[in-house]
Structures are given as C-alpha cells and as structure tokens.
C-alpha cells in the first residue's frame, strides 16, 4: 500500500553531482526514517544515508563530506545531493522508508526500484 518512486540517476563524470529524489505514496499515518541504500554489481546492498522524522542524519565513511540527506515531509519526499563523485560510487541506488499504516504498526519498512548511477572516469 506504499509505493516510492526514485529519481535523478543518470550517467556523471568524476567530480560531477547529481540530486536524487524518492516521493512515498500511498497509504500510511506517518512517515519515521528515511534512508539511501546502494548496491554495486557484485555486492552486498550498503547504506549509504539516513535521516529520522526529527532531522538526525548519518552517513556512510566513504560519502562524508560529499553527499547530503535531506527530507520534505510536506511532500513525503526524502533526497540525497550528492557531490564530487567517483566512479566508486556506481551503483543503483535504492530509497527506503519506515511508514506504518496505523499506530498499532512498527517497522513497515518500503523499498523502491532503484535509480541507477553511472560515473565514469
């Protein structure tokens, strides 16, 4: 009953940025944390970004200092800025979020389809 549609991937050179959006609808009373994760070919899915309903963040070593989380709870919608990226940082990139239908419901995380980023040399 939730869906997450991702946005904003695409093909960068290094250095370049790019600005992903995942927009949550459906049905749900709230929307708790919100997260980035991605996987590259041949690995495990990692996290990347985290931010909770009250605006804490967290972020992976290998992205600190170069990507931003962020979060529109007028629009349900959680992003990820990402800046001077590296060719490392290929992979497809995946939303998730904690939204219970009722307050009788805990943990009801959703995953999206994943947006792919591409960064070449």
């Known amino acids: 009953q939730v869906q997450l549609v991702e946005s904003g991937g695409g093909l960068v050179q290094a250095g370049g940025s790019l600005r992903l959006s995942c927009e949550a609808s459906?049905?749900?009373?709230?929307?708790?944390?919100m997260a980035w994760y991605r996987q590259a070919p041949g690995n495990q899915r990692e996290l990347v970004a985290g931010?909770?309903?009250?605006?804490?963040?967290n972020y992976a070593d290998s992205v600190k200092g170069r990507f931003t989380i962020s979060r529109d709870n007028a629009k349900n919608t959680v992003y990820l800025q990402m800046n001077s990226l590296k060719p490392e940082d290929t992979a497809v990139y995946y939303c998730?979020?904690?939204?219970?239908?009722?307050?009788?419901?805990?943990?009801?995380?959703?995953w999206g389809k994943g947006t792919l980023v591409t960064v070449s040399s």
């Open positions: 931010i909770t309903s009250g605006g804490r963040r």
């Open positions: 459906g049905t749900f009373v709230r929307i708790n944390d």
């Open positions: 998730n979020v904690d939204a219970p239908g009722s307050d009788y419901e805990f943990g009801m995380y959703y």
